[in-house]
């Protein structure tokens, strides 16, 4: 079966996850013992202002029609909308979804640059001090709640230290690059912008260290594993026997069989780190989906808490795909069926 | 809950102690079923090796002393805490956000409320929480897991879809999205999380279940006649116990971490329940000021993550011999 089949019915394999995820999306938002339309409508609101806002959002409906309305919405772009700003959820998503996708994948990389490295030396060190030390550190960070530890950082080394800012994507009188992905990184880049690069590099580093801290631990781990147990293969012995220099071993042939494991748990983790992302968010004042849907879910707004769910479904399942992909690449004795 | 009012737990006897060594008595239900002794025996062989294996782990031994530590805070808490009366609704607006000091090892809240007697008194309920979480967790799991690994077929199609969907979406999303729609609260939180949590058990119990199934005990069992529910319970399920025991253990510390990040989003505990998550939100905005009030519980929830994360990962080294080599 050649690769691009394989791709194809693995994308076509999203579509019954996703319909799946928003009958529980669905469920979950229609359980609600409170009152949204209530809340929404505030205290002193007569029943004939729920009653209209009830018809405007269709909640007035039966409830299969509400889903049936709801999933086909989905499919045509329509994503519903917000009880309280009345603004289109897709709309709001696209604004929102940049920022968080950027903080997610800096603490992706630096997890990884942290991780891996980490788990080479204590495969190399097994059982010795540097193995203990990295499994003792990994472990101490991952243990720290994030949204606290943000809060420490942020105070340290934004406020006492000064080294860098204390929130937001840019400074007030920065105009953001000119938005073709909305990253605000990758934008600069493409206009040659390298002040306005350097300056979002600044504001995203402290949030992305503080949310990679949860991905240290399993990334170690798992590389430490894999590189232990590719070290045992026939293939090192011989290298070995006939000279090849040991650094070229381990990096060459040994980190590359092993790095299969690692990006399985790398790409669990770049979801992981999505979720996290909401609580640095709400300490780092970052823009993203996080202070959304902290927002929605406190005012019990679902429209916008629904979305959330099934856009991180759909990343996490496209992630899951691309690194189907990168195994074939890494492996070619992987086919794929 | 810690922070009852009530007597003491009653200590062991002391004469206990000095009393001559005597042979323990056969433990209940054992020798109920003479063809399973074997089995058992060499069970519990691994389980003492295991055990010393756990015991020489350094790091491990660390945890659980930590771990004892503060069972032994959230045993003794209202003994412990100063101002036990702090963690129930108690204020001392005259004592408000005060630093550190002799009087208030931890300072004060900007009601006055005593910090360390609220992280003491938390500490019960940080504990009741991860293990309610987790428990209710391996209940969904393991019976959905092995329900699917056992039944194979449309029923096992059907499950981990169910499984899959749940896996989709990252944990936190979903257990923000559940404990909303309940409303805020810390046993609508614990729902929430629960109700995420289960999928990473049924997956695993699953994989388990499938090679075990195809081991020749299951087919002697089958052979003379045992029912698909004993043969579940009494010959698969036992040998599955032990990655089980040790994605609870692990699972614990970051249950704790994900209801604290409820608490401090402000839908898991409400005031004045002295929940650490929810004191790190009623601290943020005194933040870096007056830094006490959200630094300590902060600790707490890490000295907490970090005496589980430390068990489990020995734990991983005794019982799975693959994963530390």
């Known amino acids: 079966m050649n690769i691009r089949f394989y791709i194809l019915r693995r994308v076509a394999l999203i579509i019954p996850t996703l319909i799946g995820l928003s009958i529980l999306t669905f469920a979950i938002a229609r359980i609600v013992p409170g009152d949204p339309v209530g809340l929404a409508a505030g205290p002193r609101a007569t029943e004939e202002i729920k009653e209209a806002l009830r018809r405007e959002f269709g909640l007035d409906q039966p409830l299969p029609v509400q889903y049936v309305d709801y999933i086909s919405g989905l499919f045509q772009g329509d994503w519903g909308q917000s009880l309280y700003t009345r603004r289109e959820v897709l709309g709001d998503l696209r604004t929102f979804w940049p920022a968080t996708l950027e903080l997610t994948t800096a603490a992706v990389i630096i997890a990884t640059l942290l991780g891996v490295p980490a788990g080479v030396i204590s495969a190399m060190y097994r059982n010795r001090l540097p193995d203990h030390v990295a499994r003792v550190l990994s472990l101490f960070f991952v243990s720290f709640p994030s949204f606290w530890l943000a809060m420490i950082f942020q105070t340290w080394f934004g406020r006492d230290l000064g080294w860098f800012p204390i929130g937001k994507r840019l400074p007030v009188l920065v105009a953001p690059p000119p938005a073709t992905t909305g990253l605000f990184l990758v934008d600069s880049l493409v206009q040659l912008d390298f002040e306005t690069f350097a300056v979002s590099l600044r504001h995203l580093f402290i949030p992305a260290l503080v949310l990679s801290f949860g991905a240290f631990a399993s990334i170690t781990r798992i590389t430490r594993a894999s590189m232990v147990e590719a070290l045992e293969k026939d293939f090192v012995r011989m290298e070995r026997a006939i000279g090849i220099p040991y650094r070229v071993i381990i990096f060459k042939y040994v980190l590359r069989n092993a790095l299969i494991a690692t990006i399985t748990v790398i790409s669990l983790n770049f979801g992981w780190l999505m979720a996290g992302a909401i609580l640095i968010e709400t300490i780092f004042d970052w823009p993203g989906l996080g202070l959304y849907a902290v927002h929605a879910s406190l005012s019990l707004d679902f429209q916008p808490i629904m979305g959330i769910a099934v856009l991180y479904g759909i990343v996490f399942s496209v992630v899951n795909i691309l690194t189907d992909i990168v195994y074939g690449i890494l492996d070619p004795r992987i086919r794929y069926g | ?325």
């Open chain 2, 1 to 325: 809950m810690a922070e009852g009012h009530n007597h003491p737990k009653s200590l062991p006897h002391k004469e206990g102690e000095t009393s001559p060594p005597t042979i323990s008595p056969a433990r209940p239900g054992e020798g109920r079923d003479p063809g399973m002794g074997g089995a058992h025996s060499a069970r519990w062989d691994n389980l003492a090796r295991g055990l010393y294996r756990f015991r020489s782990n350094r790091l491990s031994m660390l945890g659980l002393l930590m771990l004892l530590f503060i069972l032994f805070v959230a045993v003794f808490a209202p003994w412990i805490a100063p101002f036990p009366e702090d963690a129930s609704g108690a204020t001392n607006v005259l004592e408000r956000l005060q630093a550190p000091s002799e009087k208030h090892l931890f300072g004060t809240d900007k009601i006055g409320r005593d910090i360390f007697s609220r992280v003491v008194m938390g500490t019960g309920l940080a504990l009741q929480v991860g293990t309610v979480i987790i428990l209710l967790a391996t209940t969904i799991g393991v019976t959905i897991g092995a329900i699917s690994g056992y039944a194979g077929g449309w029923l096992d199609d059907l499950l981990m879809r169910i499984t899959d969907i749940f896996l989709t979406v990252p944990a936190l999303v979903l257990a923000i999205a559940i404990s909303a729609a309940l409303g805020k609260g810390i046993i609508n939180a614990m729902i929430g999380i629960s109700l995420v949590w289960w999928p990473g058990f049924a997956r695993l119990t699953r994989s388990l279940v499938l090679s075990l199934r195809e081991e020749p005990f299951v087919e002697a069992a089958y052979g003379i006649g045992a029912g698909h529910a004993r043969i579940i319970f009494r010959h698969i399920l036992p040998n599955a116990v032990s990655p089980i025991i040790i994605k609870m253990t692990t699972d614990f510390g970051f249950a704790v971490l994900t209801a604290a990040a409820l608490g401090f989003i402000g839908l898991g505990a409400q005031p004045p329940t002295p929940e650490w998550g929810a004191m790190i939100n009623d601290g943020r905005r005194y933040f870096p000021d007056e830094w006490w009030i959200a630094t300590f519980p902060g600790l707490a929830i890490w000295l907490m993550v970090f005496s589980w994360n430390l068990i489990g990962d020995g734990l991983r080294d005794v019982l799975d011999p693959r994963s530390r080599r």
